[in-house]
């Protein structure tokens, strides 16, 4: 079974600085997807970045990147010139490609990490 | 356009209780899933449901019933409410599976004691 492991509970930023989220998983699959999202206080989760397994390429999108490092199985998220408005949990999400008819599209989620940004 | 909307926000439950958690999407997507999250934890799958009529189990799906009769709406039916069924209850949506996103609603914060 694949499983996510977010190995920082809490982690802080300085506005306006760079902050790093890591996420390793464990799985024998070759293609899958990996997903990032962010909980506010509010509690609705939202999509801040995917990556697809194979693309070789890392994601961005605006302030947030990863790297994507598939034969360490490593799915990091960095956040640059970081904003009051990133403080929230940050979940890593692993999902498989194939079907096995068990649990199609199922997302398996990291604990999360807690980020605060000190002004 | 609403996204997906749960009702009600919250609700406590006395042990032996049973209710329903109400989820709509207004997106016409096909999956839709239903979510779990202890505190501490991240999201666990309870059920899921790729289309009107078809649904099927997901990691944690022991105490919950759920049922899918058109596309827009997926209803979480708890029965004989538990301690151990206090949690958040997300639900979700996303026209396929792959690399879709997956939109979810604001969360059913639920206590049972």
């Known amino acids: 079974a694949q499983t996510v492991t977010q190995s920082q509970p809490e982690m802080s930023v300085q506005e306006a600085e760079t902050v790093t989220l890591s996420c390793t998983y464990d799985?024998?699959?070759?293609?899958?997807?990996l997903f990032w999202y962010k909980q506010p206080p509010s509690r609705q989760m939202i999509l801040v970045i995917r990556?697809?397994?194979?693309?070789?390429q890392n994601a961005t999108e605006n302030r947030f990147s990863v790297n994507f490092q598939k034969a360490a199985k490593s799915f990091s998220l960095k956040i640059s010139d970081s904003q009051l408005g990133d403080a929230a949990m940050y979940f890593c999400?692993?999902?498989?490609?194939?079907?096995?008819?068990?649990?199609?599209?199922?997302?398996?989620f990291g604990k999360g990490t807690k980020l605060s940004v000190k002004p | 356009n609403a996204g997906v909307t749960q009702t009600p926000k919250f609700r406590i439950l006395k042990i032996g209780q049973s209710m329903t958690l109400q989820c709509t999407q207004d997106?016409?997507?096909?999956?839709m899933y239903w979510y779990r999250q202890d505190p501490g934890m991240g999201l666990k799958l309870i059920y899921y449901?790729?289309?009107?009529?078809?649904?099927d189990k997901g990691e944690v799906p022991n105490g919950y019933n759920v049922s899918r009769s058109t596309t827009e709406d997926f209803p979480l039916r708890l029965e004989l409410a538990a301690p151990s069924q206090t949690s958040v209850y997300f639900c979700?949506?996303?026209?396929?599976?792959?690399?879709?996103?997956?939109?979810f609603g604001p969360g059913t914060r639920l206590t049972v004691t």
């Open positions: 799985t024998s699959e070759s293609d899958y997807y």
């Open positions: 979700a949506s996303s026209y396929a599976s792959g690399n879709y996103e997956q939109y």
């Open positions: 449901s790729v289309g009107a009529g078809i649904t």
């Open positions: 999400a692993y999902r498989s490609a194939v079907d096995y008819g068990g649990s199609q599209g199922n997302l398996i």
């Open positions: 990556q697809e397994a194979y693309k070789q």
């Open positions: 997106m016409n997507h096909n999956y």
